[in-house]
């Protein structure tokens, strides 16, 4: 437990201070704690006992007649007893130790002023047939008052001179099974008073055999005392959870902690299916705990603790599991830990596609589906998606695949040129200063879409597409995301080709959106069942949301989509199928002109004929010196 030094001056030192060390153990083992009261003994079990703490009311000082005197509603003193002292030892002169497990400040009878319960840990020994003969003689208890709150004891066949006397004032009459009786009195009859500790057990006349009564000297300081015990328990978290630990707990989220009591001196307790152990919440309203307790076969008590966090705020409650009876020499008797309402470490949402690809994929490879289709795209240098303006007018500031060293692309409008920003690149000179590491490159989201070179790519047209979302943490399994955990959904560009057209509605996801309709800006969906459809092509950059109020942290995801192959944009392929459309027509129309006119139409046999009457013929040429040298001739 630690050590004391104590410091006290000295001459003769040469620092001016002597020390000395003090165990802690041994000051505490050796700490009397005992008190000059009379105790009056009752066994309740042949294992436990009660030890009633004794009252001495002054009646006549207050002014109180003899009726006040037994009124058990009059106020005694303050019991000495006080819930520090459990797990203290009692010992006793005559032989007997006994463990307190409770204590009561408070009596239900005027004449004690309080009680503790107690383990036997020695057999409690009374006084000897030697030095208390009487004990061989049998009692006889009469109960003077309907209240018996006073009886009288007198021995049966036994001469007065040698009955009770003044010694026995302050000591206990012990019989098992019944009331026992504190002696405060004595008779000239040889006879004495006494105060029942029970007295609803004690009929008008009763008889104690010899034998079954004891002499019990607990008068006071001397007779017995109160010290700490060893130390005979511990307590050990089976869920191997340190002490003092901080426990970090969801909303709507279940915990559970299972905690061991036994005895650490390998001795059985003497109490069928105790509990030793107690729980003590410092703010019981901010996390539900429930406790249940259950024993293994060797008797040691099991206790398991079941939080749950049905509070969506922020706070803390401090959990002590400990074992009151077990004495300040143990090492291991109690435990405390702190449950905190808040966001648990490493919580986070996170997309997962229907066939997922690693990350070593994602930077290494070239991963294709089942038709040999790329599912991935490289995204051009400083590349920026389309705007709603059109394909070559982007207006957003996020840049993909940054290199500060290459021109950016789509430069042609004032829009343009103002708009686009540089995140890790800033003020760097080319893309290897802009430090981008594996995780950042196969980080979906924008602030780190400098270093975003490949995205996930899909082929025009993308109906229906699947939002398959997992909530993960830290040392757990991946869960899917669903009701109550609603989430809006956002496009980071400010594009509007595309559209939420599928969410597995509920009566809970209709009432959110009409409570939450003033507060959120977007509509709310259910995750489960969430489908998106794109209508534009290029990339796409999506932000998921969890609403507030549903868990005590911000969980976003993002999702990048490429729609590669996407048809001729507007106005080209509307002049391309209007010109087809054209030459088809007069084609048509030049065909019937024909055969309205008698005019045969060409087959393949004319056509072939056609072009056999004006085959090419080939002759030298004639030159004018080969004319002029024929003339002679």
């Known amino acids: 437990m630690g050590i004391l030094i104590a410091v006290q001056l000295d001459k003769d030192k040469p620092s001016g201070f002597s020390y000395r060390n003090i165990e802690i153990d041994h000051l505490i083992?050796?700490?009397?704690?005992?008190?000059?009261?009379?105790?009056?003994?009752?066994?309740?079990?042949?294992?436990?006992?009660?030890?009633?703490?004794?009252?001495?009311?002054?009646?006549?000082?207050?002014?109180?007649?003899?009726?006040?005197?037994?009124?058990?509603?009059?106020?005694?003193?303050?019991?000495?007893?006080?819930?520090?002292?459990?797990?203290?030892?009692?010992?006793?002169?005559?032989?007997?130790?006994?463990?307190?497990?409770?204590?009561?400040?408070?009596?239900?009878?005027?004449?004690?002023?309080?009680?503790?319960?107690?383990?036997?840990?020695?057999?409690?020994?009374?006084?000897?047939?030697n030095a208390e003969p009487m004990q061989l003689y049998d009692l006889l208890v009469k109960k003077g008052e309907p209240e018996g709150l006073i009886v009288t004891l007198q021995l049966k066949d036994l001469d007065p001179s040698q009955g009770f006397n003044l010694s026995h004032v302050g000591k206990a009459v012990v019989a098992p099974g019944f009331s026992s009786y504190l002696i405060t009195g004595l008779l000239p009859s040889g006879s004495a008073l006494a105060k029942p500790t029970m007295p609803a057990l004690v009929l008008p006349l009763t008889s104690h055999r010899s034998g079954e009564w004891l002499l019990f000297h607990s008068a006071g300081r001397g007779s017995w005392g109160m010290k700490e015990g060893p130390c005979r328990h511990a307590l050990q978290s089976l869920d191997g959870m340190r002490n003092n630990a901080l426990m970090r707990i969801n909303v709507r989220e279940e915990l559970n902690f299972t905690f061991k009591a036994f005895m650490s001196d390998y001795s059985l307790s003497m109490v069928y299916h105790k509990k030793f152990m107690r729980v003590v919440l410092t703010n019981p309203l901010a996390i539900r705990v429930t406790a249940r307790h259950s024993w293994d076969d060797t008797n040691n008590h099991m206790l398991t603790l079941t939080a749950f966090s049905h509070l969506c705020k922020k706070a803390t409650t401090t959990v002590t599991v400990y074992i009151p009876e077990a004495s300040l020499l143990c090492r291991s008797s109690s435990f405390t830990f702190t449950l905190q309402n808040s966001c648990p470490e490493g919580l986070q949402i996170v997309y997962v596609s229907q066939q997922p690809i690693s990350d070593h994929e994602w930077i290494y490879t070239d991963p294709v589906d089942h038709m040999d289709n790329k599912r991935l795209f490289n995204l051009p240098v400083n590349y920026r998606p389309p705007s709603q303006l059109g394909v070559l007018i982007p207006t957003t500031d996020n840049i993909y695949n940054a290199d500060p060293s290459h021109p950016r692309p789509r430069q042609h409008y004032p829009i343009s040129k103002n708009s686009g920003r540089y995140k890790q690149c800033a003020g760097k000179r080319s893309a290897e200063e802009c430090g981008c590491t594996d995780r950042l490159k196969v980080s979906p989201l924008a602030i780190n879409s400098d270093c975003r070179q490949r995205v996930l790519r899909l082929t025009f047209p993308v109906t229906d597409f699947n939002i398959t979302l997992f909530l993960r943490r830290t040392n757990h399994a991946d869960q899917p995301l669903c009701s109550p955990y609603f989430v809006t959904v956002t496009e980071v560009n400010n594009r509007t080709s595309w559209k939420v057209t599928g969410t597995h509605a509920t009566p809970t996801m209709d009432r959110m959106r009409q409570y939450l309709e003033d507060s959120l800006e977007n509509n709310l969906y259910n995750p489960e069942g969430l489908q998106i459809s794109l209508y534009g092509s290029e990339l796409f950059h999506f932000r998921i949301s969890v609403i507030p109020g549903v868990v005590l942290c911000d969980l976003v995801e993002e999702v990048q989509i490429y729609v590669a192959e996407p048809p001729l944009a507007f106005p080209t392929q509307h002049l391309v199928n209007n010109m087809a459309a054209i030459i088809l027509g007069g084609l048509l129309l030049f065909g019937f002109l024909l055969i309205y006119n008698g005019v045969a139409m060409p087959t393949m046999s004319s056509i072939k004929t056609l072009l056999k009457k004006h085959k090419p013929t080939i002759s030298p040429t004639r030159t004018q010196k080969s004319t002029m040298t024929q003339g002679p001739e």
């Open 29 to 129: 083992e050796k700490h009397e704690m005992g008190f000059d009261k009379a105790l009056a003994l009752q066994y309740t079990t042949d294992h436990t006992v009660l030890l009633h703490e004794n009252a001495v009311i002054n009646d006549h000082a207050n002014g109180n007649n003899h009726q006040g005197r037994n009124n058990p509603l009059t106020v005694a003193p303050a019991s000495h007893f006080s819930p520090d002292h459990v797990g203290k030892v009692i010992y006793f002169s005559d032989g007997g130790m006994m463990v307190i497990t409770e204590v009561f400040r408070t009596h239900y009878l005027r004449g004690f002023s309080g009680v503790v319960v107690g383990e036997i840990l020695e057999p409690i020994k009374g006084a000897s047939l």
